[in-house]
């Protein structure tokens, strides 16, 4: 018997075994921390955005309780109109018409909400193109 022993062949497989598996745990991990930021950043911006609707839906019933309790200034044909600021592009428009106008005389409050909406000042501009293979020609 020889006692010329080669290695065998799968000696180092556990070794790289190791680092492939390393490697991909370092990978999803930057992956994860990445999307995690961006999920923050959005959740975060979400909420500024949500706090500052309901802040002026705050001053739209408080405007609207105040036209109710009497305040009158800027009626004009039975409508009263106010525009709350949201946000540098965007308000909440609030219209109320007396109820008088309508004949409708079954509410105890004096006016009607007729609109309680969001408008947006300016256009977007939202991209829609998509920045694949441009050929010249």
């Not at 969001?118 to 920045?131: H, K, Q, R, W």
Request: charged share 20%; net charge positive.
């Amino acid at each position: 018997m020889s006692k010329d022993r080669q290695a065998p062949a799968h000696v180092g497989s556990a070794s790289i075994l190791l680092i492939f598996t390393v490697l991909s745990l370092i990978s999803f991990s930057a992956l994860t921390m990445v999307n995690s930021k961006a999920d923050y950043n959005l959740s975060y911006n979400l909420s500024r955005r949500q706090a500052a609707y309901y802040e002026a839906c705050h001053k739209g019933n408080a405007f609207v309780a105040a036209v109710n309790s009497g305040y009158t200034e800027g009626a004009a044909k039975g409508k009263i109109s106010k525009s709350i600021p949201i946000t540098d592009n965007q308000s909440l428009d609030i219209t109320l018409m007396s109820n008088f106008t309508k004949n409708s005389g079954n509410s105890e409050n004096t006016f009607t909400i007729t609109q309680w909406k969001i408008v947006n000042f300016e256009d977007s501009g939202y991209d829609t193109t998509l920045p694949v293979l441009k050929r010249d020609g």
